[in-house]
């Protein structure tokens, strides 16, 4: 039976570096606040009028075309992955595709907040598994400043802009897309939200006016259901294929505070050496934390190698993807 593997990763993040010392400007707050409770230094942030989401995916698309050598008329599927779309509709996947020249391709939008990668990423492998379509396109495109609030100094510290892709081709060798755990629990609505901007609280002036349309967030709920949620998923994935800290190769987790990176590592004792972490130099990301961490450790990959993938996020959504890397980069 055929697998779908990845065959190329590429990402793109603004120009901008916002630092600690220029928020502090902003905010009531400071480097040592920032970097001794989440671990982030800088983060990168999107300028431009009229530039949405689409503007970082694009560009990451168009470096994946570019790094695997593939034709744009060749890509069938494009999913992408985001909490912050352009408009409520279209899709930012149909946008994406229109500005990398993807002429032949279906393209529709996955919703499953800072864990909207790793969802997407087994959907596009499901079709390639299926024998439907031989080359998609898996991103994700985050302009997380968008839904900022940068009076706010619990939360505008955390997030920063970014977009990475993946290519899913099929392949009949032992690498790719190999296992799957996945929850939901709406229990997490009142502590993660944008509180509104949807169909049950649409815009008004006073929605406005209190600033509802950004992200709101309750930390320490988020945080304890984040590392028992990740950490149980990453355990059960690795159970079920028969992995441990010994053949695993790399844990790559959703890149929102370094303190539940650091946690849920501790709690399956792997090596530090093999957790992936960049979020000093980039912030939480949401969807686009996972593959931006693919794209920045592909040198370091081999093919073979057993990839261990955990997001959590609004919802509340969890998962944990196991794969094999399916190549060495040339």
């Known amino acids: 039976m055929q697998n779908a593997v990845i065959t190329g990763v590429a990402s793109y993040v603004p120009d901008y570096v916002l630092t600690n010392e220029e928020l502090s400007q902003m905010v009531d707050t ?14 990168r942030i999107l300028k431009g009028e009229g530039m949405g989401s689409s503007e970082l995916g ?16 060749d890509i069938e599927l494009v999913i992408c992955a985001t909490s912050n779309p352009d408009y409520r509709f279209p899709s930012t996947a149909s946008i994406i595709a229109e500005k990398s020249g993807l002429k032949h391709c279906f393209g529709y939008d996955i919703q499953a907040a800072c864990a909207g990668f790793i969802v997407a990423l087994q959907a596009g492998a499901a079709y390639v598994k299926s024998g439907l379509y031989k080359k998609v396109i898996v991103l994700a495109a985050e302009k997380m400043s968008s839904m900022t609030n940068y009076t706010d100094r619990s939360t505008c510290p955390l997030f920063g802009d970014a977009a990475a892709a993946v290519l899913l081709e099929p392949t009949d060798e032992d690498t790719g897309v190999i ?20 169909s049950a609280y649409p815009a008004t002036h006073e929605s406005i006016d209190n600033m509802e349309h950004y992200v709101y967030q309750e930390g320490r709920a988020v945080y304890k259901h984040a590392v028992s ?21 790399w844990f790559i987790p959703h890149q929102a505070n370094a303190r539940i990176i650091e946690a849920i590592a501790g709690r399956i004792e792997i090596d530090p050496k093999k957790v992936v ?22 040198d370091k990959f081999k093919k073979g190698d057993n990839l261990v993938l955990a997001a959590f996020g609004a919802g ?11 190549y060495n980069k040339k």
């Open 58 to 73: 694009y560009r990451a698309v168009n470096e994946l075309l570019e790094k695997t050598r593939t034709k744009a008329d």
């Open 277 to 298: 972490i960049n979020i000093e130099k980039y912030g939480n990301t949401s969807a686009a934390s996972i593959p931006l961490c693919l794209s920045e450790w592909e």
């Open 229 to 249: 949620d990740m950490l149980e998923a990453s355990l059960e994935v690795m159970k079920r294929n028969n992995l441990d800290v010994n053949t695993l190769d």
């Open 179 to 198: 296992d799957a755990v996945f929850r939901t629990d709406g229990i997490g609505l009142p502590h993660l939200i944008m509180k509104a901007g949807g």
């Open 30 to 43: 400071n480097d040592e606040w920032i970097t001794t409770r989440v671990g982030i230094k800088e983060r």
């Open 316 to 326: 509340f959504t969890w998962g944990a993807v196991f794969l094999k890397w399916g």
